[in-house]
Structure formats: C-alpha cells, structure tokens
C-alpha cells in the first residue's frame, strides 16, 4: 500500500502544480488511514466493524477526477493516477476484510474433535507402545498444523 501511495504522489508530481494541493490532501490523509489500520487490527475480532470511507479519502478523490487535463500527456497522467488510486483503495479494502479472521471456536472443536477421533480410530486394533503413541501425535500435529497454517486446502 505504501508503494502505491508513493506512486500516486508521483504521477501527480508528474502532473504539474494544478495537481499541489492534492499531493497536499494526500499527504495529509496518511496519517488517519495508518490510525485505522492499526485500529482495526485492535478491534475485537467477535464484533463486526462497518467498513466506511474516509473524509480524507472522499474528498481526494473527487478532486483527482475534477482536474482538468489541458494535454494528452496530463490526461494519461490523470488516468493512471485514477487508476493508482483504485488499487489503493482496493488494497485498504482487502486489509479491513482481513482483520478479525480468526477462526471460530465451534469450527475448531469439531475440527479437534474429528481428528481426534481418525487417530484414536487408528490405534484401536494396534498394540499401544511408545513409539505408535509418538508417531500418531505427530501426524496429528502435522495434519492439525496443515489446517490452520492456512496453506493446505481443507
């Protein structure tokens, strides 16, 4: 997010002093955008959070689209910046709908419970030892850490 916000006050740098005062806003929304990143990622992750645009960001972007190209070169800037600023706020969004995904308890019980009962399941007719004991906690440790890592598929 940062390196799209360097490059939206570039290309407006690039655009000429008709584009001042929106570097201006733009520097001066970063702080309460970065205030409600780390906010959110405080927030309690029971409660559901409303998702608004900010003042800030409202009034950047109506003037971004206000500017008035006077050549073709000011008119692609314009558009890329338009564009720059979409993904930004894209990349805001996907950061809010990330916040407070934690995995719910009741999912995480029955999750425990199932694999549970597979390697209980799997011991029943074996003789129990240690090293059938130790073996089957580390499958379950593995299957368990392939789950929540977020990298398996189930």
């Not at 009962?117 to 059938?132: P, Q």
């Given at each position: 997010?940062?390196?799209?916000?360097?490059?939206?006050?570039?290309?407006?740098?690039?655009y000429?002093?008709?584009?001042?005062?929106?570097r201006?806003?733009l520097?001066?929304?970063?702080?309460?955008?970065?205030?409600?990143?780390w906010?959110e990622?405080?927030?309690?992750?029971?409660?559901?959070?409303?998702?608004e645009s900010s003042?800030?960001?409202?009034?950047f972007?109506?003037?971004?689209?206000?500017?008035s190209?006077?050549?073709?070169?000011?008119r692609?800037?314009?558009?890329?910046a338009?564009?720059?600023f979409?993904?930004?706020?894209?990349?805001?969004l996907?950061?809010?709908?990330?916040?407070?995904?934690?995995?719910?308890?009741?999912?995480?019980?029955i999750?425990?419970f199932?694999?549970?009962?597979?390697?209980?399941?799997a011991t029943?007719?074996?003789r129990?030892?240690?090293?059938?004991?130790?073996?089957?906690?580390v499958?379950?440790?593995?299957?368990?850490?392939?789950?929540?890592?977020?990298?398996?598929?189930g």
């Amino acid at each position: 997010m940062t390196a799209t916000i360097i490059l939206l006050d570039d290309l407006l740098a690039q655009y000429g002093p008709e584009a001042a005062p929106l570097r201006t806003l733009l520097r001066q929304g970063i702080p309460p955008l970065a205030n409600r990143i780390w906010q959110e990622e405080q927030s309690p992750t029971g409660k559901l959070v409303h998702f608004e645009s900010s003042a800030e960001s409202l009034a950047f972007e109506n003037q971004l689209e206000r500017l008035s190209p006077g050549n073709d070169t000011q008119r692609s800037l314009q558009a890329r910046a338009i564009q720059t600023f979409t993904e930004a706020a894209q990349i805001r969004l996907q950061l809010f709908a990330r916040t407070g995904g934690s995995i719910p308890v009741p999912f995480l019980v029955i999750v425990v419970f199932w694999l549970g009962a597979i390697f209980v399941s799997a011991t029943l007719y074996a003789r129990t030892n240690r090293v059938v004991m130790a073996s089957l906690f580390v499958c379950a440790l593995s299957f368990a850490g392939r789950d929540f890592s977020g990298s398996g598929t189930g």
